[in-house]
């Protein structure tokens, strides 16, 4: 099974913060990582895949990188719609979350 | 656009079998893509339950593959899961989700998900 860490577990930051989430996984899956959004009682909400590719939709203050086992995703001005909990995916072998990080106000 | 929509008991007692069904709109179940099952325990994170193909082939996380069942229902455009022997420990918010292919194997879009609870 691949394993994925996720760090930090949770941040605070204030609106207009620069914000870097980092995924790491126990093995190689080339770019098949993933990254959602979710807000409290609303189900999770695609926003990059293939490690970089912005989803439709998707404002361009969100932004990933990282190829391999590393993988970053970064909201470049932090906005007050931002406040949420990020998740990484892989889709190299079967799929696997990160345990997600939670972004709070400061 | 594709929009699904989960359904089935909020409330089920242990050792039971947990069902749920996920009807797909705006598109045919029977396209080239994957239809996937994600929980999510209360105050938790995500944990991937598994996925099928139109054709009925299946994906299982190996943690739960001995007691999930997941099928397909063409003539309803739906997909539906099993899980046996439930335990509190199966307590979560169920998603289905549509697992593209165009898109590095995303879940998109997902259902609203449905609080299961499984308590005596």
């Known amino acids: 099974d691949i394993q994925m860490t996720q760090s930090p577990s949770s941040l605070s930051a204030s609106v207009g913060d620069r914000v870097t989430i980092t995924c790491r996984t126990s093995?190689?899956?080339?770019?098949?990582l993933n990254w959602y959004q979710q807000k409290p009682g609303k189900a999770p909400k695609l926003l990059i895949y293939?490690?970089?590719s912005l989803q439709s939709g998707v404002p361009s203050r969100f932004s990933g990188s990282g190829s391999g086992t590393d993988f970053t995703l970064t909201i470049s001005s932090l906005q007050p719609e931002d406040f949420a909990t990020y998740y990484c995916?892989?889709?190299?072998?079967?799929?696997?979350f990160g345990q997600g990080t939670k972004v709070e106000v400061k | 656009q594709v929009q699904l929509q989960e359904s089935g008991p909020g409330l089920m007692k242990p050792s039971g079998t947990l069902s749920l069904t996920c009807a797909v709109s705006?598109?045919?179940?029977?396209?080239?893509?994957?239809w996937s099952w994600v929980r999510q325990p209360p105050g938790k994170g995500l944990e991937w339950i598994g996925e099928?193909?139109?054709?009925?082939?299946?994906n299982y996380n190996p943690s739960l593959k001995s007691r999930v069942t997941i099928s397909v229902d063409k003539s309803k455009n739906q997909f539906s899961l099993k899980l046996s022997s439930v335990t509190a420990a199966d307590t979560a918010v169920y998603y289905c989700?549509?697992?593209?292919?165009?898109?590095?194997?995303?879940?998109?879009?997902w259902g609203q998900g449905t609080l299961v609870t499984v308590s005596s």
């Open positions: 099928i193909y139109h054709s009925g082939s299946t």
């Open positions: 705006g598109g045919s179940i029977s396209s080239s893509i994957w």
């Open positions: 093995q190689s899956i080339n770019y098949y």
């Open positions: 293939a490690a970089s």
């Open positions: 995916q892989q889709s190299y072998n079967a799929r696997t």
């Open positions: 989700a549509r697992l593209s292919l165009t898109t590095s194997y995303s879940f998109d879009p």
